[in-house]
T-cell receptor, first 117, second 113 residues
């Protein structure tokens, strides 16, 4: 099966500029996640979608970050305006729909490395 | 708040030996614990999942244990090879389908020939 696709692979912007990342999950995966991974740290969940709806966005800095999932498939994550501390790898992951009592593994893309100067 | 701790220092071992990585957690009662492998410049790749009512899980040269009393999981790679060199992440999730998956910071493993 085709994996999770992300683009762009790398992005360099100046602070206060805006940037957008795109993710195409594995076909049939109802759940989509965006994680932020700062160098030397583990992935931190920003937002979790189940089909079109948001399940968890408690750690998304909503004053500057936004995300949407169109028609329950592709997703975009936007940062506007970017800050220096946003420099990180942004990982998209997808999974089968979690059910109470059953948890499917996450399938990750290779991420977008963002550098804010 | 929920906290996951993994060995912050890199683990260097000789090829052929068993590598043992530790994942400790606090303020959490996970129903599932997962281990992922991450290579430089790549996204994490799923390895194993163990449930709270399982003590041990094996897959080829990999073995995971889960002790809910100690709040700890151990991840073992037997007969280690240089190709096993990577960062290994543990991740926890609750029982509910809405429970988010929380990752530790990972342990970098280096296997020398």
């Amino acid at each position: 099966e085709a994996g999770v696709a992300q683009s762009p692979r790398y992005k360099i912007i100046e602070k206060r500029q805006s940037v957008a990342f795109w993710c195409n999950p594995i076909s049939g995966h109802a759940t989509l996640y965006w994680y932020q991974q700062i160098l030397g740290q583990g992935p931190k969940l920003l937002i979790q979608f189940q089909n079109n709806g948001v399940v968890d966005d408690s750690q998304l800095p909503k004053d500057r970050f936004s995300a949407e999932r169109l028609k329950g498939v592709d997703s975009t994550l936007k940062i506007q305006p970017a800050k220096l501390e946003d420099s990180a790898v942004y990982l998209c992951a997808s999974s089968l729909l979690p059910r109470t009592g059953k948890r499917s593994p996450l399938h990750f893309g290779n991420g977008t490395r963002l550098t804010v100067t | 708040s929920q906290k996951i701790e993994q060995n912050s220092e890199a683990l260097n071992i000789q090829e052929g030996k068993t590598a043992t990585l530790t994942c400790n957690y606090t303020n959490y009662s996970p129903a599932y614990l997962q281990w992922y492998r991450q290579d430089p410049g790549r996204g994490p790749v799923f390895l194993l999942l163990i449930r709270e009512n399982e003590k041990e899980k094996r897959k080829e040269r990999l073995k995971v244990t889960f002790d809910t009393t100690l709040k700890q999981s151990l991840f073992h790679i037997t007969a280690s090879q240089p190709a096993d060199s990577a960062t290994y992440l543990c991740a926890l999730a609750g029982y509910s389908s809405a429970s988010k998956i929380i990752f530790g910071s990972g342990t970098r493993l280096s296997i020398r020939p």
